[in-house]
C-alpha cells in the first residue's frame, strides 16, 4: 500500500486535497440531491394546498344541488375531487411531515373549527399515480409489491412519488375528497449539474496545485542547497525570501553557511600560522643536525626531520582542499586520466589507461587531478602498478585505478579514508606516508558530489573506484 502513495511531500499534500475536493464533492452532491427534493415536494405541496383551499371556499358557498357538477368541473387528471357523506380515508395515524404541513396551512386558510378539522395523509406509491383508497388500498399496494417481489416494500427515501389524500369536512357535514401525486424531482445529476461540478472541481484542482507546489517549494530549495552546502562552503546564499516561516528558515541556514566558513576559514589560517611558526625551528634543527659529526645518526635526525616537514605540509594541504573554491568547467575526463598517465609513465611508473572514448564532465579539474594522483600514488607504491580505465553512464562517470598489491583487510576499507589513518601491514615510515593521500581524495571527490570506494580484488590487488554525476 505504502508504495502506491507518493513519497514527495508536494505529493502526499496534493492527493490530501485531492482526496478532501472528492469526499466534499459527493457529499455536497448527495445533500443537494436531498435539498433538491425537499423543495420541489415542498413547492407542489404548497400549490395543491392552494388548489384544495380554493375548491373547498368553492363547493361549500354554492348551493347543495350545484355541488355535484361543480365538482365534476373540478376534478381532472392532476386533482381528482369527490363529494361523499363520509369521508374515503380514516385518520390513522400520522401522515408524516408534509401531510401535516398542509393540514395546518388548510387550518389556517380555511379558519376552520376545531370540529371540522381536515384528514391529510401522504402515502408512498408504487402503483399507478393518483392511487385512491385510503390506507386500506395502499397496503393492498404494499402487499402486491410482497408478493411479486419476494420482500417488503421499499422504504421510503428521496426519489419515491407520494400519494397526496385529503378529505375536508364541509360545513353541511358531507366531504370533500382530493386525491393527488406529489411531484418528484427529476433527475440530481443533470448534464448542466454535472458540468458545474467538473468546472468547479477543475477550478479547485487548479488552485490546489499551486498552492502544495507554493507551499512545499520552499523545502525543495532548502533541501537543494544543504546538498550543495556539503559540496561547496563557499556556494550562494539562499534567498531570504517568501513566508514568514520560511525567512526565519533561509536566515538560520546563510547564518549556519557563514559559520562553517568562518570556521574552515580560521582553522586555515590557524594551520598555516602553525606551519609558518614549526618550520622556523625544523629549520634551525636541520642546520644542527648537518654539523653532527656521527653520520648514521646524522642521517637519522634529517630523515626524523624531513618526515615532519613532510607531515606539516600535507597536513596544510589537507585543511586547505575545503577552504579552496575551485571554478568549475566543462572538462574531457579521458584527456584528463591521460595526460596524467602519460606524465606519470615519463616519470618512470608502471602506470596505464585502457582505450576511451572522450567523456564530458563538469567538475574542478585541478581538485579531480590532485585526487587521481594521491589514488595512483597510493597503486604504484602499494601495488606496484596501476591500471585506469573509465566507464559511463547516462548518470555518472566511473573511473577505476586497479593495483597488484595485497589488498586491504576487509574491516579497514572504511578506515583508511580517516586522516592520518595507516595500515601497518602494509606501509612503513619508509614509504614516505602520512595517511592523508585517501583522505584527501575522498574531500574532493565528496565535493564533487561523488562517491569513493575500495575493494579488493581476486586472487590479490586493491581497485579505486571513484564515480563522478554528470550534473552537478
Known amino acids: 500500500m505504502k508504495r502506491l502513495l507518493p513519497q514527495s511531500l508536494f505529493g502526499q499534500t496534493l492527493l490530501l486535497l485531492l482526496a478532501g475536493l472528492v469526499v466534499s464533492h459527493l457529499i455536497g452532491s448527495w445533500i443537494y440531491s436531498l435539498d433538491r427534493e425537499s423543495a420541489v415536494r415542498a413547492v407542489g405541496g404548497l400549490a395543491t394546498a392552494q388548489r384544495i383551499t380554493n375548491a373547498v371556499r368553492l363547493v361549500d358557498e354554492v348551493p347543495a344541488d350545484w355541488r355535484r357538477r361543480l365538482v365534476a368541473g373540478l376534478s381532472d387528471q392532476s386533482l381528482r375531487v369527490t363529494l361523499t357523506p363520509k369521508p374515503l380515508i380514516a385518520p390513522e395515524g400520522d401522515g408524516g411531515p408534509v401531510a401535516e404541513a398542509i393540514r395546518d396551512y388548510l387550518v ?4 376552520l373549527p376545531p370540529a371540522r378539522q381536515p384528514i391529510v395523509l401522504t402515502v408512498e406509491d408504487f402503483g399507478p399515480p393518483f392511487g385512491w383508497g385510503g390506507r386500506r388500498h395502499g397496503r393492498e399496494r404494499n402487499e402486491r409489491e410482497r408478493d411479486d417481489r419476494g420482500h417488503g416494500p421499499m422504504m421510503r427515501g428521496p426519489g419515491r412519488p407520494l400519494d397526496l389524500q385529503v378529505a375536508v369536512p ?3 357535514g358531507q366531504w370533500l375528497s382530493f386525491a393527488t401525486d406529489l411531484p418528484m424531482a427529476s433527475a440530481g445529476f443533470s448534464r448542466q449539474f454535472l458540468i458545474s461540478m467538473l468546472v468547479m472541481a477543475a477550478f479547485i484542482l487548479a488552485i490546489s496545485i499551486w498552492a502544495a507546489r507554493r507551499l512545499t517549494a520552499p523545502l ?8 550543495q552546502l556539503g559540496r561547496d562552503v563557499t556556494s550562494p546564499p539562499l534567498p531570504e525570501s517568501g513566508t514568514v516561516e520560511m525567512r526565519k528558515a533561509a536566515h538560520a541556514f546563510n547564518d549556519m553557511q557563514a559559520r562553517l566558513r568562518a570556521l574552515i576559514e580560521n582553522r586555515t589560517r590557524l594551520l598555516a600560522a602553525l606551519s609558518h611558526d614549526l618550520r622556523t625551528p625544523l629549520t634551525l634543527l636541520r642546520l644542527r643536525a648537518e654539523n653532527v659529526e656521527n653520520a648514521e645518526e646524522r642521517d637519522r635526525m634529517l630523515a626524523t626531520i624531513a618526515d615532519m616537514d613532510t607531515m606539516i605540509g600535507a597536513t596544510l594541504s589537507f585543511a586547505r582542499e575545503e577552504a579552496i573554491a575551485e571554478p568549475k568547467k566543462s572538462t574531457d575526463m579521458a584527456a584528463l586520466v ?6 606519470m609513465a615519463e ?3 608502471d602506470v596505464a589507461l585502457a582505450p576511451a572514448e572522450p567523456v564530458p564532465l563538469t567538475c574542478q579539474p585541478v581538485a579531480i587531478k590532485r585526487a587521481l594522483t594521491n589514488l595512483i600514488d597510493n597503486a604504484i607504491k602499494y601495488g606496484q602498478r596501476a591500471r585506469l580505465s573509465l566507464q559511463t553512464t547516462p548518470q555518472t562517470v566511473e573511473i577505476m585505478i586497479d593495483d597488484d598489491g595485497p589488498g586491504i583487510p576487509e574491516t579497514e576499507l572504511a578506515r583508511v579514508f580517516q586522516p592520518f589513518y595507516r595500515v601497518e601491514s602494509s606501509r612503513s615510515r619508509e614509504t614516505g606516508g602520512v595517511g592523508l ?6 574531500a574532493i571527490v565528496d565535493a564533487q558530489g561523488g562517491t569513493l570506494t575500495l575493494r579488493n580484488l581476486e586472487p590479490r590487488g586493491l581497485r579505486a573506484r571513484m564515480t563522478l554525476p554528470r550534473s552537478l
Open 108 to 111: 389556517q386558510q380555511l379558519r
Open 170 to 172: 364541509l360545513a353541511d
Open 220 to 227: 525543495g530549495a532548502i533541501a537543494n542547497a544543504a546538498q
Open 338 to 343: 591521460q595526460s596524467l598517465v602519460d606524465d
Open 347 to 349: 616519470a618512470g611508473f
Open 437 to 442: 593521500g585517501l583522505a584527501i581524495a575522498q
